[in-house]
């Protein structure tokens, strides 16, 4: 056996190994393909829901999502009462116990969802295709019919009191909040981001109730169902579970100007061993001519993994695990921002080389290589994000609500694939106009400040030391 094993490695190493020249060159690598749907179905009950049907995928699974505009922007001053409306659905409908519900949702292979957000509440499941005109049903009951029990509101409070106070402990909720304030205003729905204790201890079992009677309804509801479903039997469901809907109020139209920067707000944290930045500029309104390329333009700046300035801050220098910028949508505004964790010792220097990284996509002009990845990544990610019925329904619902066309999702791959480097250039300088830059820093102040002093776009730019809440 010995003898064997050395003959053959004797004759490999006798074998000249093939040169690389020999190879064929690797085919090119092609754009990715525009992002298709089948052919969708969109129409409207008399008393305004409207419906989208989605034909998607080969498990046979269903999913059932109504949104309804009804959430943090409809508040008011109660902030949070849309997450105790949501939180209390889950308690109880149509004479069905928590436990009924959960048990009725588990009998179709799903589990049943409510969630309040900063424009809407969604109450989703998502079953098995046979059980499809059942799991529309049990929808139907949790948004229109829920009990709102009394008995349950002291607990479903005491864990939101939980939650706020774990948020209240971490820096970026503190930074989020004080960066609300700054660009909205502290009576803007987007500036009140979070309650004191003791006003969401206070709240009552009839402003749950108000609040769920006033701002539920049916114009202000859009219902998804994407998956694999007969969509005759999943029509007759819906016309049964929610024709009888109440139309309620029309959305709301909300204004939301920006207050001008420049601006740093301080938030201090003695002793603490990194630094939570905010830095944050105005940005494009979804759908605007400038939107594609403003997104292209983030994702190589900041938005992606590979973009520069995680490989310059976080990869070359260490000096944060954690950097990111986006831009935040909603149906009447856009705020680009960057975020990250930073050490302490180098706070200054992680501003420094984000503002050169933002300075060098001003002046000097992407590659066409640079260009060509950038590109080529966010028109594969979004097929891969919406590889799934659940994701689908996640991207036209956000379609729907930010007023982009019907053929959004057709048109974005081919957009992405058309954004020259000139764009780009041209993006930077419009996006991030430095010497407008709104600026939250939570820290050791002693030992930041200096730093942020330091800096010669900072220098002249009042800073205001805050506290949350």
């Known amino acids: 056996m010995k003898r064997a094993l050395f003959a053959f490695a004797a004759m490999l190493a006798a074998t000249p190994a093939l ?5 064929p060159p690797a085919p090119p690598i092609s754009d990715p393909k525009p992002f298709k749907l089948p052919a969708t179905e969109t129409y409207t009950l008399p008393n305004g829901l409207q419906v989208t049907l989605i034909p998607y995928g080969v498990a046979p699974k269903t999913v059932v999502s109504l949104r309804v505009r009804a959430g943090a922007v409809n508040e008011g001053d109660a902030v949070w009462l849309s997450e105790v409306t949501g939180a209390l659905m889950k308690e109880g409908a149509a004479g069905k116990t928590a436990a009924d519900l959960a048990a009725a949702a588990a009998g179709m292979g799903g589990q049943l969802n409510v969630s309040a957000g900063m424009q809407t509440t969604q109450v989703s499941t998502n079953v098995l295709s046979e059980y499809a005109p059942a799991a529309i049903q049990l929808i139907s009951d949790v948004a229109i019919r829920p009990t709102l029990p009394a008995s ?39 500036g009140r981001l979070i309650p004191s204790a003791a006003q969401l201890q206070g709240y009552t079992i009839d402003q749950v109730k108000a609040f769920h009677s006033g701002q539920f309804g049916a114009k202000r509801a859009h219902l998804y169902i994407a998956g694999r479903f ?59 001519d400038a939107d594609i390329p403003q997104r292209v333009t983030n994702a190589l700046l900041g938005g992606a993994f590979s973009s520069r300035i995680t490989r310059n801050i976080r990869e070359d220098k260490g000096y944060t695990y954690s950097p990111y910028s986006d831009v935040d949508f909603t149906p009447e505004q856009a705020l680009w921002t960057f975020q990250a964790d930073v050490t302490t010792e180098h706070t200054g220097d992680s501003l420094h080389e984000v503002f050169n990284e933002i300075r060098r996509m001003q002046t000097e002009a992407v590659s066409a290589d640079e260009n060509k990845g950038i590109r ?41 694939l058309a954004v020259t480097p000139e764009q780009m250039m041209a993006s930077a300088n419009a996006g991030y106009p430095i010497g407008k830059l709104t600026l939250v820093v939570v820290g050791d102040l002693k030992t930041v400040v200096p730093q942020l002093k330091a800096q010669p776009e900072l220098a002249n730019i009042p800073a205001t030391t805050v506290t949350v809440p």
């Open 376 to 416: 080529t990544y966010l028109a594969g990610l979004f097929a891969i994000q919406n590889s799934t019925s659940n994701a689908v329904v996640g991207t036209l619902a956000t379609r729907d609500l930010l007023g982009l066309p019907g053929d959004w999702t057709e048109r974005y791959v081919p957009a992405v």
């Open 19 to 23: 040169a690389q020249d020999n190879f």
């Open 152 to 190: 349950e509101l002291a607990r479903v409070k005491a864990n939101l009191g939980r939650q706020l106070s774990v948020s209240l402990s971490e820096p970026g909720t503190l930074a989020d909040v004080a960066l609300g304030r700054a660009i909205y205003g502290a009576n803007h729905p987007y």
């Open 230 to 288: 007969d969509a005759a039997a999943v029509k007759a469901a819906i016309d049964k579970a929610f024709a009888g809907w109440s139309a309620g109020p029309d959305p709301i139209t909300l204004q939301s100007p920006h207050q001008a920067g420049p601006r740093i707000l301080l938030i201090d944290r003695p002793g603490a061993p990194q630094t939570t930045l905010r830095l944050s500029f105005d940005a494009n309104r979804a759908g605007s």
